[in-house]
């Protein structure tokens, strides 16, 4: 799998770059075509949430739950918290490329969606159900 990896750092970017080396996957700095899917490291979230790029994309961020509500709603497929391992990082990228969204270590698949009532993912019975996202 390949993987653009952006921040807004040249460091880290290049740090996160051989992680992914090691996890298998094939890392590269800049938006290529053949990219499957991204990983993006911000300093921090602003608002407005910046879109998406084209492709399937992951978030490491250190803010709370609802940054990672935001992101979801906003069309990022997933997002991995500062206690998050190199190993959650892989399942991260291989669960975002199958189509499905990462969130709080579990892979959800988006027929299962997020309720924008409650806020909880894939757990939800409420009436306000999301049917995907």
């Known amino acids: 799998m390949?993987?653009?990896v952006y921040s807004f750092s040249t460091v880290m970017a290049e740090a996160l770059a051989s992680l992914i080396g090691r996890l298998g996957f094939q890392a590269d700095l800049s938006e290529h075509a053949e990219t499957e899917v991204a990983l993006?490291?911000?300093s921090s979230i602003s608002n407005p949430?910046?879109?998406?790029?084209?492709m399937p994309t992951l978030v490491l961020i250190?803010?709370?739950?609802a940054a990672?509500?935001?992101l979801l709603r906003k069309g990022y497929r997933g997002?991995?918290?500062?206690?998050d391992d190199g190993q959650q990082l892989k399942k991260a990228l291989e669960a975002i490329r199958r189509g499905e969204i990462w969130a709080n270590g579990i892979g959800i698949s988006p027929s299962k969606g997020i309720c924008l009532s409650c806020k909880r993912l894939a757990t939800?019975?409420?009436k306000y159900r999301a049917k995907s996202c």
């Open 49 to 54: 949430v910046p879109a998406p790029p084209s």
């Open 2 to 4: 390949r993987v653009w």
């Open 40 to 42: 993006w490291a911000p």
């Open 62 to 65: 250190q803010d709370d739950e």
């Open 68 to 70: 990672v509500m935001t």
């Open 124 to 126: 939800c019975m409420c």
């Open 79 to 83: 997002c991995l918290l500062p206690d």
